[in-house]
Structures are given as C-alpha cells and as structure tokens.
T-cell receptor, first 112, second 111 residues
C-alpha cells in the first residue's frame, strides 16, 4: 500500500507542451505539497494545500498550476514547458500539525 | 526558521555507528530539530525529530546538546542501505508547513 503515489514516474516531453502530474495520498493527511529537486539536488517547496486550500505558493511561475479536488489529491499542471522545468517533482503530505512529511517517489520530468 | 550547517560528506564503515553532526546556533526556543534522509532516486524519508531531550526510534537516535545549538544523528549499526543524503532541518510545529532543505550530508557506508 503506497502512502503517497505519483504518476507518471517518468515524463519526457518537448518544449512548449502542457503536462500534468498526479498525486494521491491514503494517509488521511490534511496537507499536501509539491517540491522540486533540480539538477543540483536542491529540494525546494513550490506549493502547499491544506484541506484543498492553497496555503503556500513560493514564487513559482504562473505556468505551474496546482489543483486539489479533495484533500487526498494534489495535481500539478504545467503549461508551456521550458527546458528549465526539467527536474524531479516530489509530492508529499502531512497531518495538519507537525512537520513529519511523507514523500512520494518523485516524477522525473525531462524536457527535450 | 533557523539555519543549519552540516558537513557536505562523511564516510562510515558498515556495522559501525554513523554520527552525523548539525549546527543550529540560532535555534529558537519553540523550534524542533528534524532529520530526513534521501536515498538515491527516492523521495526524502522522515527519520526522527526532537525539541531538547534525546530521542530514539527504530531508525536512529537524536542527541541534542543542552544549549540546543547543535545535534547529532546516530545510526547505531550502519548498513549499506543507509547510504544517503541526510538533512537536518529546524522549524516550529505551528505556522505554514514549509520544510526548508539545505545541502545535507552525503553519508557513504563502506563495506
């Protein structure tokens, strides 16, 4: 039983395309996140939702739009993909209090 | 949240204790010390956290100095599967849940 699952695991696409990454958690957590890990391996938060409400938005370009249809899902849609978007994107979740996050295994996005 | 400083890399022999240090000299009274690790090609994994008392769980022990300005994560009997990047993070329990990851320590367990 995967706690935080992301799909797809790998995504290879061309510049200018639009793509989505899906995330689901079965832990009953109220808060979900998207993190980006670039080629230098720095992990940076992008967004956080609590009970479907956006609570953190870290100066991410408007081309990135998170959507949370319910508290168990947080999807990431990216418009007009650019070369710099190549990275590993991690979804995570946590209970409302505390900083104990559970991460998914990541989606490796490669832009050609 | 307070900043942390960790050595960029460490080596440890398999079966020995791995001691990973972390400095957090600007830590506030209500900030906790968290440790995560990231094994190659996987998502970060929570290890342990503490406020001021030493903590132990099935994965590791956390020793926090009395002045709370530094801490040590101890993996008592390191195995090859413990090779990973270890992150020390300081933050409060309240407020927006934003974990800030630094560069961490790349721990290599040698056979």
């Amino acid at each position: 039983d995967t706690a935080v699952s992301q799909t797809p695991k790998y995504l290879v696409t061309q510049m200018g395309n639009d793509k989505s990454i899906k995330c689901e958690q079965n832990l009953g957590h109220d808060t979900m996140y998207w993190y980006k890990q670039d080629s230098k391996k720095f992990l940076k938060i992008m967004f956080s939702y609590n009970n479907k409400e956006l609570i953190i938005n870290e100066t991410v370009p408007n081309r990135f739009s998170p959507k949370s249809p319910d508290k168990a899902h947080l999807n990431l849609h990216i418009n007009s993909l650019e070369l710099g978007d190549s990275a590993v994107y991690f979804c995570a979740s946590s209970a409302q209090t505390g900083a104990k996050l559970t991460f998914g295994d990541g989606t490796r996005l490669s832009i050609l | 949240d307070a900043k942390t400083t960790q050595p960029p890399s460490m080596d440890c022999a398999e079966g020995r204790a791995a001691n990973l240090p972390c400095n957090h000299s600007t830590i506030s009274g209500n900030e906790y010390v968290y440790w995560y690790r990231q094994i190659h090609s996987q998502g970060p994994q929570y290890i342990i956290h503490g406020l001021k008392n030493n903590e132990t769980n099935e994965m590791a022990s956390l020793i926090i100095t009395e002045d709370r300005k530094s801490s040590t994560l101890i993996l008592p009997h390191a195995t090859l599967r413990d090779t990973a990047v270890y992150y020390c993070i300081v933050r409060t329990l309240t407020g927006a849940q934003k974990l800030v990851f630094g560069q961490g320590t790349r721990l290599t367990i040698n056979p």
